[in-house]
């Protein structure tokens, strides 16, 4: 039986961050035209990684996966050092950028090549178009923001409900942020669910639990009432497809 590894650090998280990717972030982001791109993976602000990517119509791909994990070695590159790592797209496809595992704290810049002033995308300031995604395992409530305009909206994350046969993956909730307000401003939904919000105007978004919830009761056969054991921590139209290992 192989042993699974649990990243404790993702079950606890308190906070998210579109410009700071972590484990249970994604963002989207569509190359509509052809061309030939250069990206940048950055941690903590720092260049570490690089890649390419070629949007061609001879491409099959209608999404790429592109995992920043594998792409951030030990230490920095030495600016101008190029990676050997190439990703094809269609035009109109869509660019997956996650974090499979580590610290997080990601973001990744993409340019088109030969005009590297000219910044195509920059996961730390989406824009219209763009979505981001989050999983959120701690039930709480959570405050989200659009650090760039200060609106803010709130989400509640509750416990799954509890069910004698084995759970069933839970829809995406989906919402948006415009110029002067979210598309709602109060989201409810369960621990484990994700959630996508889509971009129309300049964002980045934050996300943090500003009140953990106490697990509900669960009644024994004998009918008494179990709480969490003393000690215990508290757990406090979008089309996507989730990444796997390849590209």
Not at 103 to 121: D, E, K, M, S
Not at 146 to 173: C, D, F, G, R
């Amino acid at each position: 039986m192989n042993n699974a590894i649990i990243n404790r650090g993702t079950i606890i998280q308190n906070g998210f961050d579109s410009g700071r990717l972590s484990p249970l972030c994604v963002v989207i982001h569509k190359f509509p035209n052809a061309g030939e791109f250069q990206g940048k993976v950055y941690q903590d602000d720092k260049p570490v990684g690089s890649f390419r990517l070629s949007v061609n119509k001879s491409s099959g791909n209608k999404q790429v996966n592109i995992d920043l994990a594998t792409l951030t070695p030990g230490e920095p590159r030495q600016p101008g050092v190029q990676s050997t790592e190439r990703f094809d797209l269609q035009p109109g496809g869509n660019a997956v950028f996650y974090v499979s595992s580590g610290r997080g704290g990601n973001a990744v810049t993409v340019n088109q090549i030969g005009l590297p002033n000219f910044v195509v995308f920059d996961s730390r300031s989406l824009d219209k178009g763009d979505v981001f995604l989050v999983t959120l395992l701690r039930p709480g409530q959570y405050k989200m923001t659009n650090t760039v305009s200060k609106i803010e909206s709130q989400v509640k994350v509750n416990y799954p409900a509890a069910a004698s046969a084995p759970m069933k993956s839970l829809a995406l909730q989906t919402t948006t942020v415009g110029a002067k307000q979210f598309g709602a401003t109060m989201l409810e939904m369960q621990a484990i669910q994700g959630l996508a919000v889509q971009c129309n105007t300049p964002t980045r978004l934050t996300m943090q639990i500003t009140q953990t919830f106490d697990k509900p009761p669960v009644v024994s056969g004998a009918g008494e009432a179990k709480t969490m054991e003393a000690g215990a921590p508290r757990p406090g139209k979008v089309t996507w497809r989730k990444p796997g290992t390849g590209h």
